[in-house]
Structure formats: C-alpha cells, structure tokens
C-alpha cells in the first residue's frame, strides 16, 4: 500500500507530463495548419493594400522593389509611384557603383603588388634567375631550368672529379642521343604537368612546328593551362594574341585582362604592355607604377619608358633616380662570376 506522500509525487509528475505533451501537440497542430501563404514571403500591394506572395505578384519594371497584386493596380499606381521609383533607382545605382569602387580598389591593390620572381632561383647556385631567355636553359630530363652560369661550368662528380659536360648539371642525365628521345622527355614532361613543358608545347601548335600543324584554340587552351601551373609567360602570350589578334578576333579587355594576370605572377614584359596602354590611355600616375614594377623585375625597357616620362614632365627626377637604382639592384642579384664567364664565351649565355 502506498503512502499519501508517494501517491501525491506520483500524480504530480503525471500532471506536469500531461501538460508538456499537450503543449507539443498545440504546436504541431499550428504548423500542420498554417496554409502555403504563410510560408512564404508576403508582400502588400502599394495600391490597394492587399496580401498576397511575393514571388506571385507584379513587380515595378523599373526600380524592382514595389509589388502590386495586379497589373490594374501596378498602372493606377504608376504616376503616385514615380517620385519614390526615381529615387529607389537612384539609390541603387549607388549601391552598385560602391559596390565597383571597392572592387577595383581591392584589384589594383592586388595588381600593384611586388609580384614574386618569374623564373625564382636557379636550384644549383640559388642565385635569382635573370629574366632574358638567353640567361637560363631549360632542362628536358628533369624540367628544371638552370642559369646559363651554372649551364656553362664544369660538371663534378660526388668525389669533386670532372664528369662528362654533356650532362645536366642538375640531376646528371646525359642529354638526349636521338630526336625520338628528345620527343619522349618533352611528352613525359608533358604529361607531369610539367608547366613548361605545357607551354611549350602551346608554342608548337601556335607556330606549327616540331611536326605539330598549327591550332590556335589548342595553343590558347594549353597556355591557359600552364598559367593556371604557374607558367606567367604563358598569360602573356595569350595577352598577345587577343591584342593583336592573332589566332583570335582583337579583344582589348581579354588581352587586359590575361596581361594582369601575368603581371601579378611576375612577367615583366606584360607589365610593361599594361603600362603602355595606360600611358596611351593618359593615366600616367598608373603608367609609371606599372613601370617601376617592371624595372624592379630587371625590364631595361621600362626603365627607358620612365626616362622618357621624366623628360616630358610626367614624372619625377626622384622617381627617374628610383628607377635606376631598382634596376641596379635588380642587377646585383643576378650577377655572379660563373654567369658573366658564360656570357664571354658566348652570346647564347648572355643574362642582361
């Protein structure tokens, strides 16, 4: 037999389970009730008052944010409206061209970046790789490229004894016996994703050499590649195409635009193309910016396009001495005694 006291606790739980379960019920009887209307937007009718779905109801073809229930009101409607329409379009207007400002801010904050060096460091001596294509040799066997200093030394063995100059002087493989083997190492490259490899066979199809007929779209199409890879120059090849329209129809802002690209990872040359298009554009402030970016990545041409700004007034001597000293301590990175030896011997071997 129980006591008053259990049988008091007993039904007081089961009252208070009682009233949690019917409040549960309420509420999933609301929500099993509630019609579509309510769950979805609903907007009023700025004529006649009326509720009705957002999604459903006519829209004001100009401004896109007053809702009518009809066409009828929408036209009833469309005189009261005017004013607030005028200035619901305005404001957006605003918005959007906030929205671009900013935009174009955080791109050329981006796009007037250092970008880092275009070929890096020579993974023999680590001395920066010069930029002009005499002053590196790219390697088939091992698809690294090599500066003509190191290309043109002797090659030493683990004990410190001279081997072979016919090897790389990287991973030592001997270079290639045959044309088919020479083919084989580019398609293994190729097929690595090797970047450069990639890009030069974009080359290939562009001009329809090594046994390859000319394609444009598959060039266009690997150079893309290769820039995704990190290859900059290829970026700059198809800036070139779209510019002068070669293989293409002539697109000013696709060639713009594959130029910034290769810019922001380090191509001098297409650096200098934007700067030019500023300067023909009269926006010399931006023209000069480009250009000191591109004489700090050892562009000898640009630092000529500063001295000729300086000397029609549209920049400055400090800027002008800027760039002279950029450029030569561009030059003090790469130059070493091994690269200055090679260039001597030969005019293939030149680094600047």
């Known amino acids: 037999m129980m006591s008053g006291g259990e049988s008091d606790k007993i039904f007081k739980d089961g009252a208070s389970t009682k009233s949690n379960n019917d409040g549960v019920c309420d509420v999933n009887d609301k929500l099993k009730n509630m019609s579509t209307a309510d769950k979805e937007d609903v907007s009023i009718c700025a004529n006649c008052g009326k509720e009705g779905i957002s999604d459903k109801m006519n829209t004001c073809n100009k401004c896109n944010v007053v809702k009518y229930c009809n066409a009828v009101c929408k036209k009833v409607h469309k005189k009261k409206h005017k004013n607030d329409c005028e200035e619901h379009v305005r404001l957006a207007a605003e918005k959007h061209n906030e929205k671009l400002r900013i935009a174009a801010e955080l791109h050329d904050i981006e796009l007037f970046k250092d970008p880092p060096s275009q070929h890096g460091d020579c993974p023999i001596c680590f001395e920066r790789i010069p930029n002009l294509n005499t002053g590196w040799k790219y390697r088939l066997c091992c698809g690294k490229l090599i500066c003509s200093g190191c290309c043109h030394a002797p090659v030493y063995d683990n004990q410190g004894n001279k081997v072979d100059s016919d090897k790389c002087p990287f991973c030592r493989t001997p270079s290639a016996n045959s044309h088919k083997e020479e083919i084989e190492r580019r398609m293994k490259l190729f097929e690595a994703d090797n ?9 290939n199809y562009y001009q329809g050499e090594r046994g390859f007929r000319k394609n444009y779209d ?15 120059m290829a970026y700059c090849n198809i800036g070139v195409a779209y510019y002068n329209g070669q293989g293409v129809e002539v697109d000013k802002k696709k060639a713009t635009h594959y130029y910034e690209l290769a810019a922001m990872g380090g191509n001098e040359v297409a650096r200098h193309n934007l700067g030019l298009d500023e300067e023909d554009a009269g926006n010399m402030d931006r023209a000069l910016k480009h250009y000191m970016i591109a004489v700090r990545g050892g562009l000898s041409e640009s630092l000529k396009a500063i001295q000729k700004l300086y000397s029609k007034g549209h920049a400055t001597k400090d800027d002008y001495m800027e760039a002279l000293q950029s450029y030569q301590a561009y030059l003090g990175e790469i130059k070493s005694k091994q690269r200055d030896e090679a260039a001597a011997d030969s005019e293939e071997c030149r680094y600047y």
């Not at 970047?195 to 080359?203: E, F, H």
């Not at 598959?218 to 900059?232: I, Q």
Request: no cysteine.
């Open 218 to 232: 598959k060039a266009l199409e690997l150079w893309d590649k290769a820039g995704h890879l990190g290859h900059a």
């Open 195 to 203: 970047a450069i490899a990639i890009y030069n066979q974009g080359l």
